[in-house]
């Protein structure tokens, strides 16, 4: 017994006519009729018969089809069940990010977004910007996304979206007199240690910046020290041991020891998400994309400088 002998069985079980069923399969009727009979033939049950030119089905045919209808039900579910298993498993979707106050703040609003759907497990990955080998996380796809800025992901095989554009922040003590700027010029940073935070690797807008404040304090050669921790160069300005400056999104509103004041200078860069160039390919890609630029317009709101 094959599945075309079953098919035309339970077809003109349906129809009671060869004609429908041939029409019905793609199959001429005399393919339908060999079909029954080598069906009766292997299973030895006559299975239809002619009452004045109409077809009927025997009780014994009567009772196989019943049979194999509720067969071909369970069949039927059974791949509709699995199919709906396999569009619903949930996928994982690895995030590297660096641990800043505000990442803290964002991350879970962006879980719970992307949680709705129930169609992804979002895992975190607390990585170390500064280590050397930490892009190849991506390469080697052991991470989906690195949340990070624009010019760390300078490689053409990687891809960039931006989440907010931030400037730099100068990190002082309370009581420094740099206090009275709103925004700190260039110029009033040229009688003190600058501590200038690039990340543990060669950020283009760092290099851009330190070059700024040496042109801009050309008569007087400021001290300036590359730091790697973001948490470093709050615990320098607290000891009195000078000024530090960051990019404005690693803001920490939790420190009151301290305060942060724009620094003054028309630069900017993209803080977001790193990828590779193919991840854009992703179906799910949109979605992470949308929920983070949600979540992080979210917490931007309550997120003053």
């Known amino acids: 017994m094959n599945s075309t002998q079953v098919n035309c069985f339970i077809s003109l079980g349906k129809t009671l006519n060869f004609t429908q069923t ?5 199959l001429s009727q005399p393919t339908v009729s060999k079909n029954i009979h080598n069906l009766e033939k292997e299973i030895g049950i006559k299975l239809i018969f002619h009452d004045h030119r109409k077809i009927c089905l025997t009780d014994e045919g009567k009772l196989f089809y019943q049979t194999l209808i509720n067969v071909d039900n369970e ?7 699995m199919y709906q298993n396999k569009t619903q498993r949930q996928r994982t979707i690895s995030i590297g990010y660096s641990g ?12 719970q977004l992307m949680n709705e759907k129930r169609k ?7 990585i170390n910007i500064s280590e050397s080998d930490t892009i190849k996380l991506l390469d080697n796809q052991e991470i989906d996304y690195m949340i990070y800025q624009s010019d760390f992901f300078k490689d053409p095989n990687y891809s960039f979206s931006p989440m907010l554009r931030a400037g730099f ?5 309370r009581d420094s007199p740099l206090q009275k700027y709103k925004r700190i010029p260039l110029k009033a940073l040229c009688s003190t240690k600058i501590y200038l935070w690039d990340g543990g690797v060669p950020l283009q807008s760092v290099a851009l910046l330190k070059k700024a404040i040496e042109d801009n304090n050309s008569s007087t050669t400021p001290s300036i020290e590359i730091i790697h921790k973001v948490s470093l160069a709050a615990m320098l300005v607290q000891a009195k041991s000078g000024i530090a400056i960051v990019p404005s999104f690693v803001y920490d509103n939790r420190n009151t020891d301290v305060y942060y004041r724009f620094l003054d200078w028309d630069h900017y860069t993209s803080y977001g998400l790193g990828y590779l160039k193919e991840k854009q390919e992703d ?3 949109s979605e992470v994309t949308i929920n983070m630029q949600k979540a992080i317009k979210l917490i931007k709101k309550r997120w003053t400088n």
Do not use: G, M, N
Not at 100 to 111: A, G, M, S, V
């Open 169 to 173: 922040s100068v990190i002082i003590r």
């Open 283 to 285: 179906l799910d890609h």
């Open 22 to 26: 041939a029409k019905d399969l793609y």
């Open 100 to 111: 800043l106050p505000f990442e803290k703040q964002f991350l879970p609003i962006f879980i």
């Open 120 to 126: 992804w497990k979002i895992e975190l990955r607390a």
């Open 75 to 81: 069949i039927t579910t059974a791949i509709k069940e």
